[in-house]
C-alpha cells in the first residue's frame, strides 16, 4: 500500500548558534539543517506541532516534500533527530534532500508476527535480539518496518537478518549471519531440563565379592 503523502513547511533563518535556537524554540519552532545533492547546509526553522505530527505518521523513513512559500518544492528524508534528555521534545533535526528514484539506506524496525510454535507447545521464551535492520533501497518504497514470522520457531531456533524478506528491489546491510529473534526455553524449563540429565558415572562400577587379579585359588 502506497504511503501518505507528507508535507512539511520551512522557513529560512538567519541566526544559528545557541541564543538564536534557544529563541527559536520559545516560539514554538525547532532549528534544522537541510542539506545534500551538492548543495551547502540551509539552516532553517520547522514548526514543532507539525514536526511532531509528521513523526507520528511515520516520517522518519518516508519522503516528504518540503516547501517555503519562495520556490520550487524538494524532497528530503529525516536523517537525524535531538531530543532533549529531560522534556523529551524534538530539539534539532537533520534533512537530506533526495530524489525519488535514489538509493539510499534506512534503519526499519523489526516487527513480530505470530506465535512461535516454542512459546505457545512448550512455554519458551522468544527474545528479539536485534530491533532494527539496516537496508538500502528506492527512496520512494521505504517501508515503515519489516515483519518477521515467528509461528514455526521451536526450541533453540532463531531467524537470522538473513532470513528476513525484503521488498522487491532493496539489499541487506546488516551482516546476513546476524540474530534476530530467538526462542530459548524459560529459566524454570532449564533448571528441570537440567536437573532430568542423567548423572555423569564416575568410573566402572565395583563387583561385590570379586576376587582381585592374580588372586591365588585355595586348594
Known amino acids: 500500500m502506497p ?3 507528507l508535507n ?7 541566526k544559528t ?9 520559545a516560539e514554538g519552532k525547532i532549528p534544522a539543517v537541510v542539506y545534500g545533492h551538492g548543495a551547502a547546509p540551509e ?8 514536526f511532531s ?3 507520528h505518521q511515520g516520517g522518519r523513513n518516508t519522503m516528504i516534500t518540503l516547501a517555503d512559500g519562495r520556490r520550487k518544492r524538494e524532497t528530503a528524508i529525516i536523517r537525524d533527530v ?9 530539539i534539532h533535526a537533520d534533512l537530506q534532500r533526495i530524489s525519488a528514484d535514489e ?6 524496525t523489526v516487527v513480530t508476527v505470530g506465535v512461535a510454535e516454542g512459546v505457545r507447545n512448550f512455554g519458551a521464551v522468544m527474545d528479539v535480539i536485534t530491533h532494527e535492520l539496516e537496508v538500502e533501497g528506492p527512496a520512494d518504497r521505504i517501508p515503515d518496518h519489516l515483519e518477521v514470522d ?3 520457531l521451536g526450541i533453540h531456533e532463531h531467524v537470522s537478518a538473513g532470513d528476513v524478506n525484503l521488498p522487491e528491489g532493496f539489499k541487506l546491510l546488516t551482516p546476513a549471519d546476524t540474530i534476530v529473534v530467538t526462542i530459548e526455553p524459560s529459566r524454570t524449563a532449564q533448571e528441570l531440563e537440567e536437573a532430568a540429565a542423567p548423572a555423569e558415572e564416575a568410573g566402572e562400577p565395583q563387583v561385590i565379592g570379586a576376587e582381585p587379579d592374580g588372586a591365588a585359588s585355595e586348594g
Open 3 to 5: 504511503k501518505k503523502e
Open 8 to 14: 512539511l513547511t520551512i522557513q529560512p533563518r538567519s
Open 17 to 25: 548558534g545557541t541564543t538564536g535556537a534557544q529563541a527559536l524554540r
Open 43 to 50: 539552516h532553517v526553522a520547522i514548526d514543532a506541532r507539525a
Open 53 to 55: 505530527d509528521l513523526l
Open 82 to 90: 535531538q531530543i532533549h534528555p529531560v522534556s523529551r521534545r524534538v
Open 103 to 108: 538509493a539510499i539506506d534506512a534503519r526499519l
Open 150 to 152: 515467528v509461528s514455526a
